[in-house]
Nanobody
Framework: QVQLVEPGGGLVQAGDSLRLSCAAS????????MGWFRQAPGKEREFVSA????????YYADSVKGRFTISRDNAENAVYLQMNSLKPEDTAVYYC????????????????????WGQGTQVTVSS
């Protein structure tokens, strides 16, 4: 069974940092572009960040630019989201996702572009 496991959630205070991890099992994701999405209660799932399969291109939603950094380690079959200067507005369930298709930034920002999804991890930022 192909799965993406996200062990990095937690509860933090505004201004703190947190790193989310997404580890793949069942197959290698070396040739997959990876993305992070989030969904707050009562809100639609929104794009956060994405990274190409080679790691050479990264993309960020305007709301997180300058604060979040996406990275990947293909040897570990994992993708990470370093979140700095967290705000209460960042509170959401965060999902990692993977796609084998070749998309540009427009495609990677859409949830429908992804083939596999993690189960989500709760990130709560208190004021």
């Amino acid at each position: 069974q192909v799965q993406l496991v996200e062990p990095g959630g937690g509860l933090v205070q505004a201004g703190d940092s947190l790193r989310l991890s997404c580890a793949a099992s069942g197959r290698t994701f070396r040739s997959y572009a990876m993305g992070w999405f989030r969904q707050a209660p009562g809100k639609e799932r929104e794009f956060v960040s994405a990274i190409s399969w080679s790691g050479g291109r990264t993309y960020y939603a305007d709301s997180v630019k300058g604060r979040f950094t996406i990275s990947r380690d293909n040897a570990e079959n994992a993708v990470y989201l370093q979140m700095n200067s967290l705000k209460p507005e960042d509170t959401a369930v965060y999902y990692c996702a993977a796609t084998s298709s070749n998309y540009g930034v427009a495609g990677l920002s859409g949830a429908g572009s992804y083939d596999y999804w993690g189960q989500g991890t709760q990130v709560t930022v208190s004021s």
